[in-house]
Each structure stands twice: as structure tokens, then as C-alpha cells.
């Protein structure tokens, strides 16, 4: 790409099962010049929904989440990324200023800060700890960028510089209370599967331990307490994360 060249955009949505908010996320991504669509194990109408938005649509089956991402990363030919997940929605107002950024040669990637909803209530205090994020290096220029293996919370290998942006990205992460607990149900099957193909599951004391530790860095250190008591439960889950993963891989074989 020469300077005086717009840079192309991939918009990149990687979902599972995810018919009943696809399109609303896709059609969120029209400022984008490439959309490219992964569908993993869908067995529902998300195959004909992508089909309206794009013909840049991947389908296949992955364990790995780390490794479907980086299918989709591949996949897109774009100079620079926008990774949004299925229940996250790009406002104008971050779409003119992902336009705009990408313009500039002084980042390789960007943090794209998040406002984070369970139901219709707002949270923005408090995530982290694996249980959630208030800002996550979604932009990035094609090639600084790559998830490692793990089924669940993949890491990441950035190029560096990092730059940050200031529009947020909206993101629905739980209907409500029950939903919340469903996800802690989810998330720590994967993690128990991921601790014991690693060989180390940990110890009983040291998860235990977590639990307090964990739970302060979201109420206190991340200032959950901001948020009442929507903030106290995302402290509790962010604790019991570890110590339930941790009793799923050591008590159970499957």
C-alpha cells in the first residue's frame, strides 16, 4: 500500500449458533470494505444470515477458539482488522474513528474500550479476571496479531506499539442473572478440559486462595463496588472461576 492509498478494512465476526443477533452485528460492519464471516459448528440459520451480508463466509469445526480466530485472520485480506463477536455492536461513531485511525503509521494495534451490558443495565466497573474485559486489542493491522491455542480465554501475540481508542464497543454479555451463571457453567467445563490436556491442573489451596484474591481486584482494585451489587456478582464469578475449573479437572474424566 502506497501513501497515498485508503487502507482496506476487513471487518472479521467469528460466531457459533448465533442466528438470533447475527444480522444486527452484521449490519453494524457495513463501513467496512471486506466482511468475513466464521461459523463454527452452526447448526442453526447463522449460514443464511452471513449469506445476506457477504460471500466471505468460513465454515467449519473448531475445539480450539484460539484457532478459529486465527482461521478468520487469515482469511481476511484487509491492511487492517476489526474483530467483533456476535453480540457486540460497532456505533457510527467507532466506526468513523476505526476511518479514521487506520489512516495514521503510528500503531500496530488499538484497544477498543467496552460498555458492557447485563440485560439493559449498563456495567462498566469490575470485569476482568477472566469474566469479561473493559477494553480488548481488537484493531489491529493484518500480521500483528495471532491467538494462541487455548479453548477458552485464548492470549495473544501483539507487534507493538499499542495505540487506544476513545469510542466504545457495546457489548451484551449476559440476558440477566441466570445467564451469567450458565456462562460461569460453560466457561469452566473448557477451562477444566484446557487444564488437563496441559498435564497441570494446580492445587486445591492455591485456587482456593484465588477466590479472595480474584474477587478483590474486580470489587476493589477494578472498582466493581461502583456498580452495586451487579459489581459484587461479577467479583464472586471472576473468583470462583479458577476453583471451579480447577475441581471439574480433578474430579471429573470427561
Not at 486465527?70 to 481476511?76: K, R, S
Not at 457510527?92 to 494495534?109: D, F, M
Request: hydrophobic content about 35%; aromatic content about 12%.
Amino acid at each position: 500500500m502506497t501513501s497515498s492509498e485508503t487502507p482496506k478494512i476487513s471487518a472479521l465476526v467469528v460466531a457459533h449458533n448465533e442466528d438470533d443477533q447475527l444480522a444486527e452485528c452484521l449490519e453494524c460492519l457495513t463501513f467496512a470494505d471486506e466482511l468475513v464471516v466464521v461459523l463454527d459448528k452452526c447448526t442453526d440459520g447463522s449460514d443464511t444470515i452471513a449469506a445476506l451480508f457477504t460471500d466471505n463466509i468460513v465454515e467449519g469445526s473448531w475445539d480450539i477458539e484460539g484457532e478459529r480466530r486465527n482461521t478468520g485472520l487469515e482469511t481476511c485480506t484487509g491492511d487492517w482488522i476489526i474483530e467483533v463477536d456476535a453480540d457486540e455492536r460497532v456505533s457510527p461513531e467507532l466506526a468513523a474513528e476505526i476511518r479514521e485511525v487506520v489512516t495514521t503509521e503510528k500503531y500496530n494495534y488499538y484497544l477498543v474500550p467496552f460498555d458492557n451490558y447485563v440485560g439493559e443495565r449498563l456495567v462498566r466497573y469490575g470485569w476482568g479476571a477472566a469474566w469479561g474485559v473493559s477494553a480488548a486489542a481488537r484493531l489491529s493491522r493484518r500480521g500483528c496479531k495471532r491467538w494462541g491455542m487455548e479453548r477458552i480465554h485464548p492470549g495473544l501475540k501483539l507487534t507493538a506499539p499499542e495505540g487506544r481508542l476513545t469510542e466504545r464497543m457495546v457489548h451484551y454479555v449476559d440476558k440477566d442473572i441466570s445467564d451469567m451463571i450458565l456462562r460461569l457453567d460453560r466457561y469452566t467445563t473448557v477451562r477444566a478440559h484446557d487444564l488437563r490436556q496441559s498435564g497441570y491442573i494446580g492445587s486445591f489451596g492455591h485456587n482456593v486462595r484465588r477466590i479472595f484474591s480474584r474477587f478483590y481486584k474486580c470489587y476493589f482494585g477494578r472498582k466493581g463496588y461502583r456498580e452495586g451489587q451487579y459489581g459484587f456478582l461479577i467479583a464472586l464469578f471472576a473468583g470462583l472461576y479458577p476453583i471451579l475449573s480447577y475441581l471439574k479437572a480433578h474430579l471429573e474424566d470427561r
